[in-house]
T-cell receptor
Framework: EAGVTQFPSHSVIEKGQTVTLRCDPI?????LYWYRRVMGKEIKFLLH????????ESGMPNNRFLAERTGGTYSTLKVQPAELEDSGVYFC????????????????FGNGTRLTVT | GDSVTQMEGPVTLSEEAFLTINCTYT??????LFWYVQYPGEGLQLLLK?????DKGSNKGFEATYRKETTSFHLEKGSVQVSDSAVYFC?????????????FGRGTQLTVWP
């Protein structure tokens, strides 16, 4: 099966510009997550979609970040306007809850998008 | 709140050396614990996991034991290979947390020289 795919792999933009990251989860996976790793720091949770609905967006840093998942398939994460501190690697992950596995459903991660804001 | 602390890197070893990467956690209750690995140019991959105290996760020669008394989940491998060069992340999922919401450490870069 195809894995989680993220586009672009790299993006370099200037402060104040807008960038949109895209994530295509594994087909049939209802759960989609965005994470971010700022250079040298922890990978931090941003938000979680179940199909097209935001289940948990408590990790979104501020209102310059907007995530969508129209139709419950792919997701986009827009940063507008970008700031220097937004630089980092943005990971997307997906999973499918399986009967009886509960909390043990594995996450499948994409390769990430490296965002550099100059 | 829930958090993970792992040893600072980078770690540089010769092939066949013994590896330990320390990981300790803070969480209420009994979290599930994980080690993820990121090889160059790739995404995060689950390396191993443990869901309850005294469980030992193992995969590809790596092992980690869930130690509740020391709140630790140290990663070990008896003989590393060049192909093990990667970034290793310790992570936890808190009991009752949103499914898939993980708390990660900062990652430890491992480089193995032939």
């Amino acid at each position: 099966e195809a894995g989680v795919t993220q586009f672009p792999s790299h993006s370099v933009i200037e402060k104040g510009q807008t960038v949109t990251l895209r994530c295509d989860p594994i087909s049939g996976h209802d759960n989609l997550y965005w994470y971010r790793r700022v250079m040298g720091k922890e990978i931090k949770f941003l938000l979680h979609f179940v199909k097209e609905s935001k289940q948990d967006e408590s990790g979104m840093p501020n209102n310059r970040f907007l995530a969508e998942r129209t139709g419950g398939t792919y997701s986009t994460l827009k940063v507008q306007p970008a700031e220097l501190e937004d630089s980092g690697v943005y990971f997307c992950a997906s999973s499918q809850d399986l009967p009886g596995q509960g909390a043990r459903s594995p996450l499948h991660f994409g390769n990430g998008t490296r965002l550099t804001v100059t | 709140g829930d958090s993970v602390t792992q040893m600072e890197g980078p770690v540089t070893l010769s092939e066949e050396a013994f590896l330990t990467i320390n990981c300790t956690y803070t969480a209420t209750g009994y979290p599930s614990l994980f080690w993820y690995v990121q090889y160059p140019g790739e995404g995060l991959q689950l390396l191993l996991k443990a869901t309850k105290a005294d469980d030992k996760g193992s995969n590809k020669g790596f092992e980690a034991t869930y130690r509740k008394e020391t709140t630790s989940f140290h990663l070990e491998k008896g003989s590393v290979q060049v192909s093990d060069s990667a970034v290793y992340f310790c992570a936890l999922k808190g009991r009752g947390s949103t499914l898939g919401r993980l708390y990660f450490g900062r990652g430890t870069q491992l480089t193995v020289w032939p």
